[in-house]
């Protein structure tokens, strides 16, 4: 796990968040993240990330679960042991619908969400690095990567300036590693 | 911000008070916090008793057969059926709040929609047992699936409407547990976040999936929100479709029925509103969450259930019209004289059902009655008994005269170990809801601060300004800073 030196800067209005991302990005800094409570609209298009290709990945999960439904029905009711259910041909489409239907969307839905899990690197036990417990509750916790042409003091009162509170220099992992909370310091024994 | 941020004045606020994202984050984890109240200890007994009856109540069918009940020939579909389908139905207003509400852009579903989720994953939970035990020998369920087996290997008929609702109801618990807990992540985070005791530390740690909140993180999740809501839309709808082709796709009288499928959805929706109505005006109050769950939002869950309501009315003239237009003698006896006739053996079912789902739920064209809580309560309760007879009526009065009249004889009353079987699901629902209500945030906190600044009481007061400006001046203000 690599561990990184950050500036971390905390936030609590999306107004004057939105315009220190902008300030920072122009200015040259390496924005590593921002952690926020709750999805704030455009902000990700405001750090420059770029849209998730997740749905796409649905997608084909959808018609992996569409192809699997009518070909293995198909091959079970007419080729391996095809069974004459009231004189109807034997190849029903029509009435593999539902089951279609339902599998396209399990497999979709699993697919999706297990691929969610896997890009976020979300699973029981799985622990991370805090850069600021009250992420979880009403701050915007911004982090701004130090790089060898950082000058710390300087990128300290930059964040500052930019309406950032609380500001601090701290070394924080950036991976995940298998954990868990007990005996961790959470937010209300700080 | 962007121009959606904007709401009008018009709409009532979503959350009540002075509220600021801390304030939220305090309000709905109090409870999730606290030692549980005594009121909560008393419930939480009262339900596992009867869960356990319920498992006394299986453990006799399943040690002396399906003679436990009182079923007979014709009636091999009683109780057992209508309980399955009725759970089936309640489920299906947590996946329409959280589904079609959000495609909608229905922003008062995030007050509600956490609690009904929950509450259609049990209820889902409970609707499987009824099929699962009625096999009798159910050792074998699994024969339901298709796998390689030694008999052929023989595979399951995938023409068979029986069938399909094993993937559906299957597909359909998956998916919304999915929904749920992917929309608990972040929450659970924020209790982790909050916890001073160990057990806590280790159990919402574990819960939260080591969640962080990185805006990289929202955007992917917000996406995966978006396609199961597209994806849980069509879900919700073929699944009591599939459960109504069970009945329609037979040549029964009363049962052989076209208008099924979008008479059962409603149907459903209707009855999964009266369910929702019934927890959610106990859990606001003994949680303290009025200030979330609104009189708005009780009022416009009940629009929905006069709306639904009406519907199912429509659907239960239609189905009577048909069955005398279509001239056939058959069906017109199974509608003129197993439901309409009073003084038939079933008759009283079925008036029953008219005067719960048709008639009572008048009520709430007037706005007074939509607010008032014990009006709600009470009607939910009506829904509730009213949907249990409309799946009573189809079921049983359908089926207890068949061609033969010498087969008519037999009256179909429940065993207590059918009673028992119900009982244990309520059991089981009140259970886990009582557990759910106690250790999980029964309001999605994230979606709550979401809508905080749009239509929070205090928030919505500092929107006047917009309310004055022309067009342009909006423009203005709220163009140029969107990117």
């Known amino acids: 796990m690599a561990k990184k030196k950050f500036i971390v800067g905390n936030f609590t209005d999306e107004a ?7 300030k920072v990005r122009r200015a040259g800094y390496k924005l590593h993240d921002v952690f926020t409570p709750f999805p704030i609209h455009g902000l990700d298009k405001e750090m420059g990330l770029r849209d998730t290709s997740l749905h796409t990945a649905g997608f084909i999960y959808g018609i992996t679960g569409t192809s699997t439904a009518v070909g293995f029905i198909t091959w079970a009711l007419t080729i391996d042991w095809a069974i004459n259910f009231g004189g109807k041909p034997y ?13 396209t969307v399990l497999f979709a839905a699993v697919g999706m969400v297990l691929t969610f899990c896997w890009l976020c690197q979300l699973a029981p036990f799985v622990k991370k690095d805090h850069f600021n417990p009250r992420s979880t509750d009403d701050t915007f916790v911004m982090a701004i990567e130090c790089t060898s042409a950082t000058n710390e003091e300087e990128a300290v009162k930059f964040l500052q300036a930019a309406g950032a509170t609380d500001v601090k220099v701290e070394t924080k992992d950036t991976g ?9 310091k959470m937010r209300f024994e700080q | 911000m962007s121009l959606l941020r904007y709401e009008s004045q018009v709409r009532a606020p979503l959350v009540d008070g002075t509220k600021d994202y801390h304030q939220v984050t305090e309000d709905i984890c109090r409870p999730v916090e606290n030692k549980p109240s005594r009121l909560w200890w008393i419930g939480f007994s009262i339900s596992v008793a009867l869960l356990l009856f319920g498992i006394l109540s299986v453990a006799m069918e399943v040690t002396y057969g399906t003679g436990q009940w009182n079923l007979n020939r014709t009636i091999g579909w009683g109780w057992d059926i209508t309980n399955f389908v009725w759970w089936v139905g309640i489920g299906h207003a947590g ?5 079609i509400l959000l495609l909608f852009r229905q922003g008062w579903r995030t007050g509600v929609n956490r609690a009904a989720e929950a509450m259609t994953i049990f209820a889902v939970m409970c609707a499987g047992q009824f099929p699962i035990w009625h096999m009798g020998r159910v050792w074998n369920a699994f024969f339901v699936l298709p796998y390689p087996n030694t008999r052929g290997p023989l595979w399951v008929n995938f023409n068979s409407p029986l069938l399909w609702d094993v993937f559906a109801i299957s597909t359909y618990f998956t998916v919304s547990l999915l929904f749920w807990y992917s929309g608990l992540i972040p929450d659970m985070a924020t209790l982790r976040d909050r916890a001073k005791l160990k057990w806590r530390k280790t159990f919402y740690g574990v819960a939260a999936f ?14 995966l929100s978006l396609v199961l809501a597209g994806l849980s839309t069509p879900l919700v709808l073929s699944v009591h479709t599939i459960v109504s082709f069970d009945f329609a796709t037979s040549v ?19 009855s ?10 106990v859990t606001r109050k003994v949680l303290s969450l009025e200030e979330y769950i609104t009189l708005e939002h009780v009022e416009v869950m009940n629009k929905v259930i006069v709306l639904t309501g009406s519907i199912v009315g429509i659907a239960y ?11 056939v003698d058959y069906e017109w006896f199974a509608f003129k004289e197993n439901r309409l006739n009073l003084s038939s053996p079933y008759g009283w079912s079925y008036w029953i059902m008219m005067g719960c789902n048709v008639l009572s739920p008048q009520i709430f064209w007037f706005r007074k009655m939509r607010r008032n809580l014990f009006v709600t309560f009470f009607m939910s309760i009506l829904v509730n008994i009213g949907m249990w007879f409309e799946r009573f009526v189809i079921i049983v009065t359908s089926i207890y005269r068949d061609y033969l009249p010498s087969s008519w004889s037999t009256y179909y009353t429940p065993t207590i170990w059918e009673v028992g079987f119900y009982l244990g699901t309520f059991g089981l629902f009140f259970t886990c809801y009582f557990l759910f209500s106690k250790y999980f945030p029964v309001i999605a906190i994230a979606e709550i601060k979401h809508i905080l600044k749009r239509s929070g009481e205090n928030y919505k007061g500092k929107m006047n300004k917009e309310e004055e400006d022309t067009v342009t001046q909006f423009d203005e203000h709220h163009l140029h800073d969107h990117h």
């Open chain 1, 16 to 22: 004057v968040l939105f315009p220190a991302v902008k």
């Open chain 1, 176 to 184: 995940w590693w298998l954990g868990n909370y007990a005996n961790d």
């Open chain 2, 317 to 327: 003239l239609t189905e009577l019209f048909m069955a005398w237009y279509s001239a």
């Open chain 1, 91 to 103: 190849f029903a489409l029509p009435a593999w619908i539902p089951v279609t239907f339902e599998l």
């Open chain 2, 210 to 223: 080591g969640w962080t909140g990185s805006t990289k993180h929202w955007q992917r999740h917000e996406s």
């Open chain 2, 252 to 270: 029964v009288p009363g049962w052989h029925t076209t208008i099924f499928p979008p008479y059962f959805v409603a149907g459903a929706i209707f």
């Open chain 2, 272 to 281: 999964g509103f009266a369910m929702v109505q019934t927890l959610l005006v």
């Open chain 2, 95 to 99: 996946t329409l709040i959280s589904a």
